[in-house]
């Protein structure tokens, strides 16, 4: 079992950039495929990115691609979502999740497959 902690939330303009951090507990975190989501006020909760345990696999949504970037430090048990050239439509809280995976290279979008979620961080862009 992992528990998961975001943070790096906050307030930036619009074209800033913010790296939010999702710290995992427990044991064996590099077992864990992690996906970011994030879920504006209104609509659905979607998946941005996602990487795999041994991080040499990523997904991106089509509207963070080539903005943000996931990254992890199995060592100290963290992923990382950077997020550049913000805009006003990337508001939202952001949630981390994770699954234990057999396979290194598993990537996976789908949000019922995440078993373990971090409690979220908002991020808010302004114009």
């Known amino acids: 079992q992992v528990q998961l902690v975001e943070s790096g939330g906050g307030l930036v303009q619009a074209g800033g950039s913010l790296r939010l951090s999702c710290a995992a507990s427990?044991?064996?975190?590099?077992?864990?495929?992690v996906g970011w989501f994030r879920q504006a006020p209104g609509k659905e909760r979607e998946c941005v990115g996602a990487?795999?345990?041994?991080?040499?696999?990523?997904y991106y949504a089509d509207s963070v691609k080539g903005r943000f970037t996931i990254s992890r430090d199995n060592a100290k048990n963290t992923v990382f979502l950077q997020m550049n050239s913000l805009k006003p439509e990337d508001t939202a809280v952001y949630y981390c999740?994770?699954?234990?995976?057999?396979?290194?290279?598993?990537?996976?979008?789908?949000?019922?497959?995440?078993?373990?979620w971090g409690q979220g961080t908002q991020v808010t862009v302004s114009s």
């Open positions: 427990g044991r064996t975190f590099s077992i864990y495929a």
């Open positions: 999740a994770a699954e234990p995976t057999s396979g290194s290279a598993f990537v996976t979008t789908r949000e019922e497959v995440y078993d373990y």
């Open positions: 990487i795999s345990r041994s991080g040499g696999s990523t």
